[in-house]
């Protein structure tokens, strides 16, 4: 089997996707669904940041707003205030590091970008949440994640109804994609929003039908990380889905995803590095 190798320019560094990188998730936020990642001081910020630089984690991705279904309604100032204090004190440590923000609003991308140097920006709403985003990714030429959703996240889980989920996700995405191109956007990833406006059956269609995906010839991001489709099967909590979040980065590295969203980047790594041996001796034996 050929694998093709896929590329994504992140601070003008050019990134080789056919070794898929791994995005560490740093939520300055009370109220992210996982309690280990909440980080709501400079020094607990910090010291996240350590850990996963130190585990070599290419990205991080920096919230100020928790997108959990349900999730509380925080005012734009709000958000802004959280997610400036946490990349300036990323940033200060670690001036080199990749930084994406992860926000639906294009007035957060406006000020944090004047402000700081970021590379990425990680939407939600796949532009569907703030009819400026596209215009402004595009204006200030930057990567930009594209996910599948459906609704805020105060009320996706109540739109869960498709025909063909599949389907539906890829011409979401494609429509949405075409719209990224003709704005002159290159760098463009996808997500196909595992635990936004789906139901645990539909996640376990989507992850099994992936490779799907890899028709839009982009990136795939897949954020599995500690999600209820993986607690509530097992009958846990988030705290105790370590060990499915590998598994399940497992089967989305097989199924062509190219970036892992984590919040354990030491054990996203190594999935990615058993992954690679696994790819090479396939091609090897062919």
């Given amino acids: 089997m050929i694998f093709k190798s896929l590329q994504l320019k992140l601070n003008n560094r050019l990134f080789d996707l056919s070794t898929p990188l791994v995005?560490?998730?740093?939520?300055?936020?009370?109220?992210?669904?996982?309690?280990?990642?909440?980080?709501?001081?400079?020094?607990?910020?910090?010291?996240?940041?350590?850990?996963?630089?130190?585990?070599?984690?290419?990205?991080?991705?920096?919230?100020?707003?928790?997108?959990?279904?349900?999730?509380?309604?925080?005012?734009?100032?709000?958000?802004?205030?959280?997610?400036?204090?946490?990349?300036?004190?990323?940033?200060?440590?670690?001036?080199?590091?990749?930084?994406?923000?992860?926000?639906?609003?294009?007035?957060?991308?406006?000020?944090?970008?004047?402000?700081?140097?970021?590379?990425?920006?990680?939407?939600?709403?796949?532009?569907?949440?703030?009819?400026?985003?596209?215009?402004?990714?595009?204006?200030?030429?930057?990567?930009?994640?594209?996910?599948?959703?459906?609704?805020?996240?105060?009320?996706?889980?109540?739109?869960?109804?498709?025909?063909?989920?599949?389907?539906?996700?890829?011409?979401?995405?494609?429509?949405?994609l075409a719209q990224l191109h003709l704005l002159g956007v290159k760098d463009v990833v996808i997500d196909p929003g595992f635990g936004f406006a789906k139901t645990q059956e539909q996640n376990y269609q989507l992850l099994n039908k992936l490779h799907y995906l890899k028709e839009l010839q982009v990136p795939i991001l897949a954020g599995l990380s500690r999600k209820s489709m993986l607690y509530n099967l097992l009958q846990t909590d988030a705290t105790g889905a370590l060990n499915a979040t590998v598994g399940a980065n497992m089967l989305a590295l097989m199924g062509g995803a190219s970036i892992l969203r984590v919040h354990d980047v030491k054990e996203a790594k190594q999935a990615v590095s058993i992954f690679m041996e696994f790819r090479n001796q396939e091609v090897n034996c062919n």
């Fill in 23 to 176: 995005m560490g998730i740093v939520n300055v936020t009370p109220d992210s669904f996982y309690k280990g990642n909440r980080f709501m001081t400079d020094r607990s910020v910090l010291s996240a940041v350590e850990k996963m630089m130190a585990e070599n984690v290419d990205i991080i991705d920096i919230g100020g707003y928790s997108t959990r279904p349900g999730a509380n309604f925080i005012s734009q100032d709000e958000e802004i205030k959280r997610v400036s204090e946490g990349i300036e004190v990323i940033l200060k440590k670690y001036p080199e590091a990749i930084i994406s923000v992860d926000t639906f609003r294009s007035a957060v991308v406006r000020h944090v970008v004047k402000e700081f140097k970021i590379a990425m920006i990680n939407d939600i709403g796949g532009g569907t949440l703030d009819d400026l985003m596209f215009e402004t990714i595009a204006n200030l030429e930057l990567a930009y994640i594209l996910m599948h959703t459906k609704g805020s996240p105060q009320l996706m889980q109540s739109n869960t109804q498709y025909e063909n989920l599949v389907s539906e996700v890829l011409l979401f995405l494609e429509k949405r």
